[in-house]
Structure formats: C-alpha cells, structure tokens
C-alpha cells in the first residue's frame, strides 16, 4: 500500500514540477529603428493548453498581474496590454481576467536623434503567475535580450 501511495504522489509531483517548468516560453521581435524615430516590437507568451495567466489587470486583489518590462538605457519604451478573458473558477465567486494560448504584448520604441551606435540592447523581463483551473504556481520572470538595428 505505501509503494502505491508513494508511487502515486511521485508521479503526481512530476507531472506538476515538470508541468510548471515548461509552463511558458517568451520570445520577441523589433524591426530597425531610424534616430530621432519611433518603432514597434512585440512580446509573445507561449501558454500550453490546461494553463492560463492572470491579465496585466485580472479584477481580483489576489491574483498577481502579468507585468511586461522593455527597458534599454536612454531610450523611451511604451508597453501596450492586450485585453484579457473573463473566466469563472471554483475558488473564485468573482470572475479573474485571464491570458491564455498565445499572447502578445505590443511595445513601442523611440530612439533620440543624438544616439550613438548602431544598434541598441533591450531586456524585456516578463512576470506572470501560471494557473490551472484549481491551483496557482509561484510567480516566475522569464528574461529575454532583444536587439534592433539603427539607422
């Protein structure tokens, strides 16, 4: 019986850890960039099915938002949220406003007309909590460097 029990709770505790690991994957994009100019990147976040994220505004003061951070030094960046979906969950009286499948965050770039190089460096840091319909995990960041040509 405790060989059961233990064999049980291993493979349980391996589907969520390895679940969890794997829960998202982040990439990005930015085209060139002309001094003095402004441009658009995007942010994507991978969510696999039977998973979701809380929205950058979920409407639940216990639920931890989803933050996208595009920052390069000297340089202007605007983050745009997209609207997330309104579900029901059994832990919940009220509805959570959720981000799930593929999602993508849009940004703006601009760059002043006295900069210098030809090329400029961004750290774009995602944090989200991950959620199956009964159960939350620790917040994670994922980080990303992002790079675009000026001209």
């Keep these: 019986m405790k060989k059961i029990i233990f064999t049980s709770l291993f493979l349980a505790l391996a589907f969520i850890f390895t679940g969890e690991a794997n829960a998202q994957s982040v990439s990005g994009a930015i085209g060139t960039i002309k001094r003095g100019g402004t441009t658009r990147g995007t942010v994507t976040l991978n969510i696999p099915g039977g998973l979701h994220v809380n929205s950058n505004r979920p409407g639940s003061e216990y639920a931890i938002p989803t933050t996208v951070s595009v920052t390069s030094p000297g340089i202007k960046v605007s983050v745009v949220y997209p609207r997330g979906k309104n579900r029901k969950f059994s832990f919940s009286e009220d509805t959570i406003n959720v981000y799930d499948g593929r999602t993508t965050f849009n ?45």
């Design 107 to 151: 940004f703006s770039v601009t760059v002043p007309a006295n900069f210098k190089g030809n090329s400029v460096k961004f750290r774009v840091v995602v944090r989200y909590q991950a959620c199956t319909d009964e159960v939350c995990y620790q917040p994670k960041s994922k980080e990303i460097t992002l790079t675009a040509n000026v001209k």
